[in-house]
């Protein structure tokens, strides 16, 4: 009996996976970098799907598209369908085209393969954060934009002032604990529940020639500053972190980021019991800015101790110094008897 052909199915979905050939992380498929090694990826027509790629970029491409998806290039000829379609074979389909011509488009498809025009995809559902080189999605851990290739992390941007942060650091020989700096839009902060994550807010660096650097560090430090007391958590519910700095559990409304202030590295007379103003809002505050006094100045703690004495601050400023002091000599001695 001659079973009656029925329409096949559409072509089901490539596996999402590969490996980098280089580094051997797993990618997914489309990305145009890998985010671990950085290299160029080239997604074929390797299943001879389409039988057709990109004269230009070398990706899979369908005959009936005027432009590459990928690379944006023109690649019309008399193959190319005269009125836009809504999923050629071999590819899915995801929304229609963003600048409305009416071309059915597969995420993560760059540009329109009708009208050749640039989309935009919602990568804000899929990723952790935005790339600050080309503002699409990436993931907090990826090192290298899988769109543009650049660094993911936004580090590259703020470099003058991180290896400042990472000498002084390693100079007062604070414990490295995992932290990761990130340059994202929004403000800079760390979230309680993701304490090794230091986001600095893009701002500060979009206009390079205005970038104040020991602000910068400032800033990092102080962000720092409240990373490494999320990641020690214990330790800012500890007696003797309350008895310095207070209950960090009291409510905090949210605070004006006075980040201006950041630069300074001298004390001030008000308030005596705080070493800056900004301090005396929240015991949370008021570590991250010890913290910085305390890694900016070197953890030197008799200039710490003799410039309290000559601004007449209080008895407690002290005390807040040596609690951070004491707890990292015991981080240290903990580190040594883990070795
Ligand atoms: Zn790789
Ligand atoms: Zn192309
Ligand atoms: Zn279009
Ligand atoms: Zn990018």
């Not at 090794?196 to 660096?205: L, T």
Request: one cysteine or more.
């Amino acid at each position: 009996m001659r079973r009656h052909r029925r329409k096949r199915k559409p072509e089901p979905a490539p596996p999402a996976h590969r490996r980098c050939t280089r580094c051997g992380r797993s990618l997914h498929r489309f990305w145009y970098f890998c985010p671990d090694c950085g290299k160029r990826l080239v997604w074929g027509d390797t299943r001879r799907v389409t039988r057709t790629e990109c004269y230009y970029c070398g990706w899979i491409v369908s005959d009936s598209y005027s432009y590459c998806p990928w690379c944006g290039s023109d690649i019309s000829d008399e193959a190319s369908s005269e009125t836009p379609l809504r999923r050629p074979r071999g590819f899915l389909y995801h929304g229609r085209c963003k600048r409305g011509c009416g071309g059915g488009v597969q995420y993560p498809m760059q540009y329109c393969p009708w009208c050749g025009r640039e989309q935009r995809w919602p990568y804000h559902h899929y990723f952790e954060g935005v790339c600050p080189h080309c503002d699409r999605g990436v993931d907090d851990l990826m090192d290298h934009c899988i769109w543009c290739g650049n660094d993911a992390t936004g580090q590259d941007l703020l470099r003058p002032a991180l290896r400042r942060v990472r000498r002084l650091l390693s100079k007062v020989r604070v414990p490295d604990w995992g932290y990761r700096i990130l340059v994202r839009p929004g403000v800079s902060g760390v979230d309680p529940e993701y304490p090794k994550v230091v986001e600095i807010d893009r701002r500060h660096v979009d206009r390079r020639d205005e970038i104040s650097w020991p602000r910068l560090v400032g800033l990092i430090m102080h962000e720092l500053g409240h990373s490494f007391l999320f990641h020690h958590w214990r330790f800012a519910r500890s007696a003797r972190f309350r008895k310095a700095f207070g209950d960090v559990s009291k409510a905090y409304r949210g605070v004006e980021e006075t980040w201006v202030s950041f630069r300074k590295r001298n004390m001030s007379q008000t308030p005596v019991n705080h070493v800056t103003a900004y301090a005396s809002k929240h015991p949370l505050e008021d570590f991250a800015e010890t913290f910085r006094f305390y890694v900016i100045r070197r953890g030197r703690l008799k200039d710490l101790l003799a410039e309290i004495g000559r601004k007449g601050k209080g008895v407690v400023v002290y005390e807040k110094f040596l609690t951070l002091h004491a707890y990292l000599q015991e981080l240290r001695q903990k580190a040594r008897e883990r070795e």
